[in-house]
């Protein structure tokens, strides 16, 4: 809230000392409501909303991906069975490297995923007998099923619109909040300028008043016991100027505080 007391403390010193500059209430709540903290806070709740939605869609779109290796290369002696059942070791002097091309699709109505698959390997032999050799699978589907008893996509079918739905009334319900608390200051304000220009009034007239019971009493037309009463009534007048013009500093600090 600190830019929007900002805004508003900048216009009541301009309302209170400069009559001929002056902003209107809903000209304040549109400065606040565009350069405020709370302002960009609610923008980036929404904007997190919105996103957060538009990859849940995404989610459910066909996925095409490529995965490759670097050729991996390896030179060791390995002990293997051979076909008599006997343990033999053999040097293994070669690169292994693979690529596979995959399409995938979610199935919001089951929970799996479907995805059709082409892959092909390649073994590049070192040596001696030197030679190349693939693994090609140009076409395969394959389905994945988590469980048979729960749908993780039905209920985010159900969750996620509610929770973008959520974020779009929240930043109406934000952009009203900082319209009341600039409505609240903006009153409270305009209020305490209010009292104190009366109190600055009620003094200018206690004055005259004053001035004239003395004159009064110097001439013997009341007695001193009224003139008593009215430079009371001052001291009361002085009193509340005092306390009006502490509250409109109070409320100048307060705001800027917050």
Not at 5 to 16: G, N, R, T
Not at 17 to 38: D, V
Not at 96 to 108: F, S
Not at 233 to 250: A, R, W, Y
């Amino acid at each position: 809230m600190k830019q929007i007391i900002f805004f508003l403390v900048l216009f009541f010193h301009i309302f209170s000392y400069s009559q001929s500059q002056k902003i209107q209430l809903i000209e304040s709540i549109k400065i606040a409501q565009k350069n405020s903290p709370e302002y960009v806070r609610a923008i980036n709740t929404y904007q997190s909303g919105y996103w957060r939605f538009r990859n849940y869609q995404a989610d459910f779109l066909p996925q095409l991906s490529l995965r490759a290796t670097i050729p991996e290369y390896s030179n060791s002696i390995r002990r293997i069975i051979n076909d008599q059942g006997q343990d033999i070791f053999v040097n293994q002097n070669q690169s292994v490297m693979d690529a596979r091309l995959q399409l995938q699709q979610k199935v919001p109505f089951t929970g799996g995923d479907l995805s059709i698959n082409s892959q092909i390997d390649r073994v590049d032999r070192f040596g001696d007998q030197q030679a190349t050799n693939y693994s090609l699978i140009p076409f395969s589907i394959n389905y994945f099923q988590n469980s048979l008893f729960y749908n993780p996509y039905k209920w985010q079918r159900e969750i996620e619109p509610l929770r973008y739905e959520e974020s779009k009334r929240n930043i109406i319900e934000n952009m009203e909040d900082i319209s009341l608390t600039t409505c609240r200051l903006y009153f409270g304000l305009l209020k305490a300028q209010v009292i104190l220009d009366i109190s600055k009034k009620n003094l200018s007239n206690q004055d005259t008043l004053l001035q004239i019971t003395k004159g009064r009493f110097k001439i013997g037309k009341i007695a001193e016991n009224e003139l008593l009463q009215i430079e009371l009534s001052h001291l009361i007048s002085q009193n509340n100027l005092t306390t009006n013009t502490i509250q409109l500093k109070k409320h100048h600090k307060i705001l800027r505080v917050i």
